[in-house]
């Protein structure tokens, strides 16, 4: 079945610092592709989408290619702010009867030192 | 515009017990969709409900089960509640429809703790 693995947390870094976290998927057809953002004692908020390949996606400094041909979606992010910390969660989404499943990775959470 | 509210925020029950959530989508929205997180599970889609019907169901036993009313809004049930069901239940909401993807608004959750 589809999947999304990405790497372990945590991620330790400093303010200003670069930062990648790492996604891949796994599925049958064109799924859309997602990076949603959890704050401590919050719900999900959608960080940045992608629906076909070599789209990009941005919000808020951080970015996402859709890569087909390595079936990856890598979030980046040129300069960190304490702000940024949260976990993080690929996600992907393949059109079917529903709109409602979408498949997560475990998430990494990301912590900024000032 | 409101969010997606969930209800209660936090609840504690004791194993055998059986508990409902709550989940008041966006006004207009007609999809609501479920999801338990657990930090060994993760994020795993339970059921989604379109227009009063579950349009599609996750891999979980039959003691989670759910329902939407006309208004929209969800309730989900679980029975004989177990500790291994202690976990954030996260509500999520879209216009719904069929063909183009409708983004998901989640809820704040609600945190049921089995003891």
């Known amino acids: 079945g589809d999947s999304v693995t990405q790497m372990e947390g945590p991620v330790t870094l400093s303010e200003e610092a670069f930062l990648t976290i790492n996604c891949t998927y796994t599925a049958t057809g064109y799924p859309s592709l997602f990076w949603y953002v959890q704050y401590p004692g919050e719900g999900l908020q959608l960080l940045l989408k992608a629906t076909k390949a070599d789209d990009k996606g941005s919000n808020k400094g951080f970015e996402a290619t859709y890569r087909k041909e390595t079936t990856s979606f890598h979030l980046e992010k040129g300069s960190v702010q304490v702000s940024d910390s949260a976990v993080y969660f690929c996600?992907?989404?393949?059109?079917?009867?529903?709109?409602?499943?979408?498949?997560f990775g475990k998430g990494t959470k990301l912590s900024v030192k000032p | 515009k409101a969010g997606v509210t969930q209800t209660p925020r936090y609840l504690i029950k004791t194993r055998g017990q059986q508990v409902t959530l709550s989940c008041s989508p966006i006004?207009?929205?007609?999809?609501v969709s479920w999801y338990q997180q657990t930090p060994g599970q993760g994020l795993q889609f339970l059921f989604e409900y379109f227009s009063e019907t579950q349009r599609n169901k996750g891999n979980f036993p039959g003691r989670f089960s759910g329902r939407q009313f006309s208004n929209s809004r969800s309730e989900m049930n679980v029975s004989t509640l177990e500790l291994g069901d202690s976990a954030l239940y996260l509500c999520?909401?879209?216009?719904?429809?069929?063909?183009?993807?409708?983004?998901?608004?989640f809820g704040p959750g609600t945190r049921l703790t089995v003891l």
């Open positions: 006004s207009g929205h007609r999809s």
């Open positions: 999520a909401s879209s216009p719904g429809g069929t063909g183009a993807y409708n983004e998901q608004f």
């Open positions: 996600a992907l989404l393949n059109y079917g009867g529903s709109q409602g499943n979408l498949i």
